[in-house]
């Protein structure tokens, strides 16, 4: 008797565990697909419902930390690539997420992390200015007049968040082998850039330099999954 009950237990536990990890899949699958429709993308991103049970936060109706994978998406013309999000302490009724329904999915926090080239970058710099990296060293090449003349000067700049913007700042100058002093060219490699395409309700909280583009970082609180796409 008591050996039937032992393997009894053991099915019973195996069923469980297969259950919720059906559930789990099912739900990360419907998902997968809402934010393929919202983001208009024609591959499935890859969704991962972090901690177990998953059943028990089903049941609650709050989840721990959801991460989507987006990958590659063009929003508001901006082509991001290796799209990111982490979605914390998520409230969703069970239904909800069972069936995709992201109206009612809504993130304590929210963390986008994408990668914006720098062709799209340079839309949004001043009309003449270039930006590229050089090694990890980020430069902006540009016509600038200084003493009432006009002559083509690279600055080596950094970056930092402002709100939806990025914040060009200069630290060095050349010009063609002669350093000009930053205070004379200051206003001019001194501007501010908006980046299109980022999910609403954010704001930029970390700018990265990489060779193919600017790594940029956007956080957001109290979030709704579906208002993530932004066209």
Known sequence: MRKVLVVFLILLIGLVIAADRIGLWVAQDQI??????QYGLDHRPKVKIKGFPFLNQALNGRYGEIDVNVGDVTQLGVHLTDTVVTLKGVDAPLSDALHGDASKMVADTATSTATVSYADVNKQAPRGMKVSAKGKELQVHGPVTVLGISRTLS??????PSGRKIRVLPQT????GATI???LVQQ????TMPVKGLPPDTTISDVQI???????TTTGKHVNLESLAER
């Open 155 to 160: 600055a080596t700049v950094s970056v930092k």
């Open 181 to 183: 002093p930053v205070a």
């Open 210 to 216: 990489q060779s193919d583009g600017l790594r940029v």
């Open 188 to 191: 001019a490699f001194t501007f």
């Open 173 to 176: 100058v050349d010009a063609g």
């Open 32 to 37: 997968a697909k809402e934010v393929a429709s």
